[in-house]
Every structure is written in structure tokens, then in C-alpha cells.
């Protein structure tokens, strides 16, 4: 009988210690979340290159857009084009200050998502190079890792977002004013309707060279902005898992943390095999 427990009590010891030597220890682990953290934060220093270029296109933009809206909404106006208009309440003159309007706002909601990103990538970014000062590392990467996740890849897809519909909106400007541009060259409709839309002061600027010129200009301006963009765009795609993946490493680490104090606690309530009769 004694036999049979001292032999008992040693199989379980045995496979106690087993368990405590994991495949994979919290300091991989940790070593691990440090590496992708490090890697998300070099892409997104790449990212943060593109920002001055996307804020100056939505600036130059915004500014634009006003410059335009006289033209389109005269265009809007002359009963022949209006049935081939290529945009949105397209047809529609009294429409039109809607999709004008509508293209402000997204202007503006995309500068402010760059400044919020710019801010919260410089934020993580610096915590990333002083993770190795940080006097609780290992606190440190599970903050960061959570950041990442609920903070950082929020403002990235958002400013993704924001940048796509500007994108789809330029496309719309664009693909009207070419058309108002064919319009232009091809009938004097517009051009009366047009006039009386506005100022005699203005007449240097409302030659119909301005509209071939606006062309010109917004399709180089959004041609490099749409190459930006692409390159945005795979980079985040690229960043989505690398982000998703520290959730699963500290789902990991947590696990393995209580793991290792269960079978602490096992060890230490283990029964001592009986002494011997004397």
C-alpha cells in the first residue's frame, strides 16, 4: 500500500512538471507580441508619409469645390445637358446644392480623420520605441496590444474609409465637369445660363478656359492622390491581421498565466507520500 502511493504521488509530480514546461512560455510570447508590435509600428511610420499629400488634395479640394459649384449648377440648369449629367441628382438643379453640400462635409470629415490619425499613430509609434525603457514590459506590450486594437485600427479604417469616398466623390466632380467641358464646346446654352449666374467682375475668371483648365488640374490631382491612396489602402490591409493577431497572442499569454498558477497551486497542495513505519 505504501508502495502504491509513494509510486502515485511521484506519476503526478511528474506530469505536474510537464505541464510547467509549455511549448511556448510567457516570454516568448511576450517576445513575440513585441516583434508584431514593432512591425505594425514601421508600417505605420509608411503610412504617416502619405498624410501631408492627403490633407493638401482635400485642402486643394475644399477650395474647389466652390470654384465649380457656378459652373455646375448653370450646367445643372441648361435643359439639354442636364439629361446626360454622369453624377448623383443628376437632372436635378435644385438637387444639386445637395451633392455639393454633401462633398464639403466628406471633405471635412476626412481632415479631421487624418489629424485624429496622425495623433493616435504618433502616440503609438512612440510608445513602441520606448517599449525597452518601459519599467513594466510586460504591461507595457498588453497595453499596447489593446491600444492597437481599440484605438489605432479604428482611426486607420476610418481614415481609409474617409479617403475612399473622397476618392468617389472626385471621380463624380471629374466625370461631370468633362462632361459640362464637352457640353461647353458644343453648345452656347450653358454658357448664357451661366452668365447669368455671374458677376461682371469675375470675367477673366469665368472664361470658358477655366473649365478645360479645372479639368486638367483635378484629374492630375486626383490621379496622384488615387496612387496614395492604393498604397494606403494595401497597407492597412496588410496591418489588419498583424493588429488581430496580438489579441490572440495575449488571449495566449492570459491562459498560460493561469495555467501556470493552477498548476502552482496543484504542486503546492499535493500530498507527501506517508513516512515509513517504524
Known amino acids: 500500500m505504501l508502495q502504491a502511493l509513494v509510486q502515485e504521488n511521484t506519476v503526478l509530480k511528474e506530469r505536474v512538471s510537464r505541464l510547467q514546461t509549455p511549448a511556448l512560455t510567457a516570454a516568448e510570447l511576450n517576445s513575440r507580441m513585441t516583434s508584431r508590435l514593432r512591425e505594425i509600428a514601421a508600417e505605420v511610420k509608411i503610412q504617416r508619409l502619405a498624410m501631408n499629400e492627403f490633407q493638401g488634395y482635400v485642402t486643394w479640394m475644399s477650395g474647389s469645390v466652390a470654384g465649380y459649384s457656378k459652373y455646375i449648377e448653370a450646367g445643372s440648369m441648361a435643359a439639354g445637358f442636364a439629361k446626360v449629367l454622369p453624377i448623383p441628382y443628376a437632372g436635378q438643379a435644385g438637387m444639386f446644392t445637395k451633392f455639393v453640400s454633401h462633398f464639403t462635409l ?30 513594466d514590459k510586460g504591461k507595457e506590450i498588453n ?23 473622397t476618392s468617389e466623390l472626385s471621380a463624380s466632380a471629374l466625370s461631370f465637369l468633362e462632361s459640362m467641358n464637352h457640353y461647353v464646346l458644343s453648345s452656347d446654352e450653358y454658357w448664357s445660363k ?27 490631382k486626383a490621379g496622384g492622390f488615387n496612387a496614395r491612396l492604393k498604397g494606403y489602402d494595401e497597407s492597412v490591409k ?28 496543484l504542486m503546492e497542495t499535493a500530498p507527501n507520500p506517508p513516512s515509513p513505519a517504524p
Open 238 to 265: 496588410k496591418d489588419i491581421p498583424l493588429i488581430k493577431s496580438l489579441g490572440t497572442y495575449a488571449e495566449l499569454l492570459a491562459f498560460l498565466n493561469w495555467r501556470q498558477a493552477e498548476e502552482q497551486s
Open 106 to 135: 466628406s471633405l471635412s470629415a476626412a481632415s479631421k480623420s487624418i489629424t485624429s490619425f496622425l495623433t493616435t499613430s504618433q502616440l503609438f509609434v512612440d510608445r513602441v520605441e520606448a517599449l525597452d525603457r518601459s519599467p
Open 143 to 165: 497595453e499596447l496590444s489593446r491600444f492597437a486594437d481599440e484605438q489605432l485600427l479604428r482611426d486607420m479604417t476610418d481614415l481609409q474609409a474617409k479617403l475612399v469616398t
Open 194 to 220: 451661366a452668365k447669368s449666374l455671374m458677376k461682371r467682375g469675375d470675367a477673366d475668371k469665368k472664361e470658358k478656359s477655366y473649365l478645360a483648365e479645372s479639368v486638367a488640374g483635378l484629374k492630375s
